[in-house]
């Protein structure tokens, strides 16, 4: 596994818990295909660890993730997506999707306990990431949701984790019209675990992780795989397949006049530029 500092990892062995941490702060830890493949190989390496029980997942300077980096997102396509001008194929979209929402099926599904610890942003991948976690701290003043549905449609991310976890009005609100909302305003629906103060997140989260590290390690094992059957009957089926085929499809939009073309705005204005002007045209008074 090639080094990448971008991703932090520390073990303790006497408790079982392994610590993972979004450390590109700068940039609200924002993740690239290469932070991504990081994280996988430390999850895998953790799944496979007898010695493991817990994942504790987080973010360093206080924001857990502000999700994929869109400074270059034909980057997520690999070299060459973009050789020839055009957009990436659907072949290409397909392959690459395939891919990377299988990272996601494989943390909804993960054979140990998974802890977030969420504080600043979560937003798109990093939310899902939290929704998918088996026990999440929330700070109150987290600000969460998915808001590349306002460039890229509502077809995107793990339509079934939405509607699972969030209930289809609450899913359907976010996924529509992009809002970043403070998840304290969910704090009464039950969506995580805890709500706290952002300075009792960190504390709290580590409580339980401490907490879900007493459980027997084999029985662990056994209940999220009974977690995972239960949840593939009830409420996933289909998501393998229908996650990263609605994804591939949905990203090669045609825009009319007057819809937002981010990837347009991106070229001709920055990202920075991009992201305000994206902000400014869905602000409805």
């Known amino acids: 596994m090639p080094d990448d500092d971008r991703i932090l990892r520390s073990l303790d062995r006497d408790s079982g818990i392994v610590t993972l941490s979004f450390?590109?702060?700068?940039?609200?830890?924002?993740?690239?295909?290469?932070?991504?493949?990081?994280?996988a190989g430390y999850l895998d390496e953790a799944a496979a660890d007898d010695d493991v029980k817990v994942?504790?997942?987080?973010?360093?300077?206080?924001v857990f993730s502000t999700g994929a980096d869109m400074g270059n997102a034909y980057a997520w396509y690999g070299p060459g997506a973009q050789s020839d001008g055009r957009r990436?194929?659907?072949?290409?979209?397909?392959?690459?999707?395939?891919?990377?929402?299988?990272?996601?099926?494989?943390?909804?599904?993960?054979?140990?306990?998974?802890?977030?610890?969420?504080?600043?942003?979560?937003?798109?991948?990093?939310?899902?990431?939290?929704?998918?976690?088996d026990i999440a701290v929330v700070a109150r003043d987290?600000?969460?949701?998915?808001?590349?549905?306002?460039?890229?449609?509502?077809?995107?991310?793990?339509?079934?984790?939405?509607?699972?976890?969030?209930g289809p009005v609450l899913a359907r609100r976010l996924l529509l019209t992009g809002d970043i909302i403070e998840a304290g305003t969910l704090e009464s629906l039950g969506v995580f675990t805890e709500f706290a103060?952002?300075?009792?997140?960190?504390?709290?989260?580590?409580?339980?992780?401490?907490?879900?590290?007493?459980?027997?390690?084999d029985g662990i094992v056994m209940a999220k795989e009974a977690f995972r059957l239960v949840e593939q009957l009830q409420a996933y089926q289909g998501e393998e397949v229908f996650s990263y085929l609605t994804h591939a499809f949905g990203t090669n939009l045609r825009f009319e006049?007057?819809?937002?073309?981010?990837?347009?705005e991106r070229a001709a204005h920055g990202t920075k530029e991009a992201f305000r002007r994206?902000?400014?045209?869905?602000?409805v008074e």
């Open 55 to 62: 994942v504790h997942l987080r973010g360093e300077g206080g």
């Open 88 to 133: 990436p194929s659907q072949r290409r979209r397909l392959t690459v999707d395939r891919a990377t929402f299988g990272f996601y099926h494989e943390f909804i599904g993960f054979p140990k306990v998974t802890v977030a610890e969420v504080a600043g942003y979560a937003l798109g991948g990093a939310f899902e990431l939290a929704l998918a976690a």
């Open 23 to 39: 450390n590109n702060p700068e940039r609200r830890n924002t993740y690239d295909p290469a932070m991504r493949d990081r994280l």
């Open 278 to 283: 994206r902000d400014a045209h869905f602000d």
């Open 197 to 217: 103060s952002a300075g009792d997140v960190p504390a709290r989260a580590s409580y339980w992780a401490r907490k879900a590290s007493r459980m027997p390690a």
């Open 257 to 264: 006049p007057g819809e937002f073309n981010f990837v347009k």
């Open 142 to 166: 987290a600000r969460i949701g998915m808001p590349a549905t306002r460039f890229l449609g509502p077809a995107l991310g793990s339509l079934h984790l939405f509607f699972h976890r969030l």
